[in-house]
């Protein structure tokens, strides 16, 4: 009987240069995975594999020298300890993501959070060619944002409020930016300088910097034959309601434009950045 390998693909298992032999890849969402979840996937590398793992670039697992004759067990073997065959191919791939101001200080989003949503709505779905998000919290950029055809980026407006200053300087010290600057008894922040990183709420003793979180997105990223980073064609985005209609309009796009086997940067690039612009304009205002 024919092997159906393209069908093998999407499902996760890709071919090796062993002949009948198959590195798995798994579905994980944010980078996180369970204690159950890393015991099961070592019991199968053990028994269906070579006994090792490999961890993806971007934050997956993949269990190599999987025989195709084990491909069914296999699957049943994960689902047990709640894994699931990621995918490949044309159609959106694994969602990335940094910690999150959930354990990390510099946070300025619940990146894990965002991840799961972005999975939920897009996850595998059928495109020209591969499609990536990523999800970092903050101007740190562990997650590196502008490598993924839509890349988010967790971010704060800030306000100062001179009642609640006591002057003592150390947001000034905390901006890397040289946004801030004291004189004559008053705090002055260039906004043009402003990169909406949020250390100056972080570090105030008394409050006297008000942070509203929010979102910078990124178009276009590529990091492979052809290197482009993401351009941020928006400003601030505000709401969860906001991106996501960004992001629905971004990957409704490249649906519409794209060629088979052209990356996102590519038909922005073909079809015009202006036509995409305006389209982004008219998701961010709802």
């Known amino acids: 009987m024919a092997v159906d390998y393209a069908a093998l693909k999407k499902g996760g298992f890709m071919r090796q240069k062993q002949k009948n032999t198959f590195s798995l890849r798994l579905q994980v ?3 996180n995975l369970t204690a159950e979840n890393l015991k099961k996937i070592a019991e199968v590398a053990e028994k269906y594999g070579d006994g090792h793992v490999h961890l993806t670039s971007r934050q ?11 491909v069914e067990e296999v699957k049943e073997e ?22 999150g101001n959930q354990i990390c200080p510099s946070g300025n989003i619940d990146t894990y959070d965002i991840a799961k949503k972005l999975d939920a709505r ?16 903050c101007q740190n950029n562990c997650l590196k944002a502008e490598e993924n055809d839509v890349g988010i980026k967790g971010a704060m407006v800030v306000e100062w409020d001179e009642p609640s200053c006591i002057m003592c300087g150390v947001c000034v010290k905390a901006c890397r930016e040289g946004a801030i600057t004291m004189a004559d008894g008053k705090i002055i922040l260039d906004t043009d ?3 909406y990183c949020g250390r100056c709420a972080k570090a105030c003793p008394t409050d006297a910097w008000k942070g509203e979180t929010g979102y910078l997105v990124s178009f276009g990223g590529l990091f492979g034959n052809t290197i482009h980073r993401g351009e941020e064609l928006l400003p601030v985005v505000k709401s969860e309601e906001q991106l996501f209609r960004i992001t ?6 490249f649906a519409d434009n794209a060629k088979p086997s ?10 015009g950045l202006d036509k995409f612009k305006e389209i982004l304009k008219e998701a961010y205002n709802g």
């Open 29 to 31: 969402v944010g980078g």
């Open 60 to 70: 997956s697992v993949e269990i190599p020298f999987v025989k195709l004759d084990d």
């Open 78 to 99: 994960l689902a047990k300890g709640g894994c699931k065959p990621g995918v490949c191919g044309p159609r959106v791939r694994t969602v990335t993501a940094c910690q």
């Open 122 to 137: 897009y996850y595998a779905r059928e495109l020209p060619h591969k499609f990536k998000f990523g999800v970092t919290g």
């Open 193 to 195: 300088k402003c990169n």
């Open 248 to 253: 629905d309009a971004a990957i409704q796009f």
């Open 262 to 271: 052209e990356r996102f940067q590519f038909t922005l690039e073909r079809v």
